[in-house]
């Protein structure tokens, strides 16, 4: 399977899905005109790669600075998506990115924390260079 690669935008965040290290990972912003039409794509990738899991370990780092609400569905969709995974026996490990200064980033990973039961879902710290 190839890997899934979308460079960053203005509005869009870096998204760089490696299934042979199985990484996942989302970096930036995400404000598109059409979230839906950006990210089914991402969506359907993540669909194959899950369903050809099973003892695989599967980290996912993300860090994401600011989304729209259309965002916030598909991101909903994504955890949904590693937390049936990771029900079906698949380690699942997310690092929920946010810098200290950021409480909307910190709000955000909270809300989708207390969504998962079986994902690991860490809360990391960034510190801002000065």
Avoid at 13 to 24: K, V
């Amino acid at each position: 399977m190839e890997p899934y690669i979308r460079e960053k935008t203005k509005s869009t965040p870096l998204i760089q899905f490696d299934p042979e290290n199985h990484y996942l990972e989302l970096k930036g912003e995400s404000y598109p005109e059409n979230s839906s039409k950006f990210y089914t794509p991402m969506l359907e990738w993540l669909e194959k790669y899950l369903s050809g899991v099973s003892q695989e370990s599967i980290r996912a780092d993300i860090e994401l600075i600011y989304f729209n609400s259309s965002s916030s569905k598909v991101f909903m969709n994504f955890f949904d998506m590693l937390e049936d995974a990771a029900q079906n026996g698949v380690t699942v490990v997310v690092n929920w990115k946010y810098h200290v200064d950021n409480d909307s980033a910190l709000e955000c990973g909270e809300e989708f924390y207390e969504d998962m039961e079986q994902v690991v879902f860490n809360m990391v710290e960034l510190q801002d260079e000065k």
